[in-house]
């Protein structure tokens, strides 16, 4: 494909026309590996060094940065240069039908063009809609629906009930709908609350692997359509997020924490229960949210406080052991001015 | 059911009869969403204006709180509540029998009415026990333990000689028994410390989805009766645990932790290598215990320290950057002071 | 058998022949449990105590500590007590062959003495080496290499073109090589970057259970010869670890971070995207990596810092609320000094 050609297929981003050259594009590289007939990107002046002596046939890069060679220009380089990656990627695909080893309960209801992979089973009344994906060892307990183009990766497990959203994608060994955890003391024992809900994956919705969104008490847990989830996540009964929010590898929400919607999660942080978090608000790495925060702000630390707040005081906790000394140099001075003071009068 | 019949499944719970309606119960359902034949409950005065408003037939509350609808009086309406939606809620079953898929190895003892499904993989020389339970593609390594009425959740992996009470419930994609992570350096190199151990669940034991038990070195990881675990829990090898121990979702306790009875660890605690948590310690969110908690003692932050402990430093901290002003605004002071006083003497 | 023959199966330890006896060795036990015909070990001197009651027949000991019984004398103790149990252990082992429920895809290799487990799935092309074993129910996308000797545990997954070194071990349902989390916002939705990398695992890599090793967009993630890493963990996209680190429990390694050679990373450590830690480093527990850990350094704390600062700081902090009272009590002071001297002025 000419670069000119491929420029038409990326959202926002154009054929730089100053320099004449317009090269066959055949593979795609980063700026350090890349060989003739690859194209590269340019995504930070960090490596602008690269841009040199990058044996690239040409680059994605920002609409100012000067180059000589071939260049597609766009505000987001990143977002082009993952668009050519997937008009030159071939994912993994199962072939459609249903392998005869899998097995299928009563009336479980399959659309057209679907795959069924090895070993997957399927329990009574699971609907599957068109073009869906299931890949080896799945385990899909009864009743549940599976929307349009959804692809499940292998060893996952869906349980009863729960409904997922069209083009979702499940990664292996994640666990959708399980027991939430509830409990109540009963003449000392742990008596088990049943979590007779479900939950329910908005359309979109990526989780990733070894990941575990459980089902409430009552009603349903509800991720929001296009948000995504890494690996190992903990999502409690009864969470709600809202729409595209991003959630990173091992965060935990508790029952009853809520999201709004571009609510991004930086990884291993924890969100108490019935916690919110509002429209666009971003809680960084390893922080903890007890209750509430504000939207479009960003929060650290745990208790979580504003983000420049939590740098202020990281800063000044590292002073402590030095104001100490300085605050009983004080005390010393200031015993010694009375005492002076003292005499005199 | 009517509502007086009802009540007396409830443990401490009585129908109350100063409203002489006794409404036939056909559902359960929260004070917002009830409909006419459901129950719902009040648990906290928050939602006293739903009382008005809610369409439920009936309600089960606490002792004190007035109502015009029929009621259930309990000190504890959660507990009660979650009794009846017992009454009323059908878990997912397995039908009694072996799948023609299972695959059993030598001298396997399988007990009465007995459930094992498509794919379950079990070793040599397992002994299972009355009424269990066994969803499809779970393995069980050789010479495995399963004691009556438990039942195990598909995909998880049960490793050789573990030994599992009766009533336990395993969820899905859990690993117990797994090698514990030891290592010493040996000519530069990670030499593996065999661990030959296994791992003991008492009865009635919960375990959630992907939680992790290892088995140590030698002797047995010990998970008490009663114990109830969470999601992406990580049970280091040779750990003991108490009866009636509530682990919280992505906790890590380290080899060799000991807790007492009911003790609590909340959401992403972690336990350090043989610290000792006692009787009835709760151990707030995201808090790390490095060696010891006393019994009956609520603690936060990491190192954990108690409770009132943690919010008092917490407050302090965030004062601290204003501190640090002050501190110098002191010296200032303290300096002009010595130098005025000097100046007189 | 004989004590002294067996000492010859241990690096760098001694038969101790000042003691007649050469007792036979018919098992192994901790000092404390230890019977009759057992070898056992002494490593601290917290358990000397148990030197003179254990019924133990023979001991492992280090090269100064007084002992009455039989013994072998090493530096290491530890690691001569766990070559002892290694002679003692017998692994569980598959039987050789390929079960008749396997299912391999076209193309697929395999090596001499491999054992293949009932419904393994093996995709198209992929390379399997010699005295490989693969438990029950493992998942191995197209494409994958697998070195000699290797073992992978039941219900792991492993993704297309991850190539595996000689003599790893792979625990349960781990997940090697699913897609890194990449994203980049388009026109309001999460655009996903395809991720056409894979991982690479060196020799003698040991992988706990339900640990996920994410691919990256291009390139790979790799992970260095020995380098063990335990349950729970989470290995990002595009990460580069050093030979012999040890990776414990619930750690999370953001994309693109790079660990030197026999780094440590205690259990729940969070490193940040693209953070560098250098040979020898260790990160104490819970601790978080933002940037940069110089080597051989131990760190600890979010953001970490030096050790021996982080216990500083720490013991700071909890002085805190107290030294608030003190410049309360010197700011009362110092106006009191300031009046007095403008009077006497």
Redesign the interface.
């Known amino acids: 494909m000419k670069l000119s050609e491929l420029a038409t297929f990326l959202?926002d981003a154009n054929f730089d026309a100053s320099v004449s050259d317009d090269p066959e594009i055949k593979g795609?590289?980063?700026l350090d590996?890349a060989q003739s007939g690859d194209i590269t990107f340019l995504n930070s002046d960090k490596y602008l060094s690269q841009l040199a002596t990058t044996q690239a046939s040409a680059v994605i890069l920002d609409l100012k940065t000067a180059c000589a060679l071939p260049c597609i220009r766009t505000k987001?380089p990143?977002?082009a240069f993952?668009?050519v990656?997937?008009l030159?990627?071939q994912?993994?695909k199962l072939p459609v039908g249903i392998h005869s080893?899998a097995?299928l309960g009563l009336g479980v209801v399959v659309g057209k063009n679907v795959a069924i992979?090895?070993?997957v089973?399927i329990g009574d009344g699971v609907v599957i809609g068109d073009d869906v994906s299931i890949?080896?060892?799945t385990?899909i307990?009864?009743q549940v629906k599976i929307g349009d183009r959804t692809v499940i990766?292998?060893?996952s497990?869906i349980?009863?009930y729960t409904e997922i959203g069209q083009d979702c994608?499940i990664?292996?060994?994640s666990?959708i709908g399980?027991?939430g955890?509830?409990?109540?003391?009963?003449?000392?024992?742990?008596?088990?609350?049943?979590q007779?809900g479900y939950v329910k994956l908005g359309d979109?919705v990526?989780i990733?692997?070894?990941?575990?969104i459980?089902r409430p008490?009552?009603?349903f847990t509800d991720i929001g359509a296009?948000t995504?989830i890494?690996?190992?996540v903990?999502i409690?009964h009864g969470v709600k997020t809202g729409n595209?929010c991003?959630i990173?590898?091992?965060v935990?929400l508790?029952g009853g924490a809520v999201l709004g919607d571009y609510v991004v999660l930086a990884?291993?942080v924890?969100v108490?229960d019935r916690a919110v978090i509002e429209n666009g608000a971003i809680v960084g790495?390893?922080s903890?949210v007890i209750s509430h925060v504000e939207a479009g702000t960003k929060v650290m630390g745990?208790?979580s406080?504003p983000e420049r707040?939590w740098k202020?005081?990281?800063i000044?906790?590292?002073?402590?052991?030095d104001?100490?000394k300085?605050?009983h140099k004080?005390?010393k001075?200031?015993a010694e001015?009375?005492s002076?003071?003292n005499k005199?009068?």
């Open positions: 959202s795609v590289a980063p590996s987001n990143r977002l993952a668009q990656l997937n030159f990627y994912p993994i080893t097995i992979a090895p070993y089973v890949f080896a060892h385990v307990y009864p990766h292998s060893n497990v349980r009863e994608l990664y292996s060994s666990v399980g027991d955890f509830g409990f109540e003391l009963d003449r000392g024992s742990w008596y088990k609350i049943p007779t979109r990526e990733g692997n070894l990941t575990a459980d008490a009552m009603g296009g995504k890494d690996n190992l903990q409690g595209h991003m990173v590898s091992q935990g508790a990884g291993q924890g108490g790495a390893k903890g745990y208790p406080v707040e202020r005081n990281t000044a906790q590292s002073k402590l052991p104001l100490i300085t605050i004080l005390e001075q200031v001015l009375e002076k003071l005199e009068v």
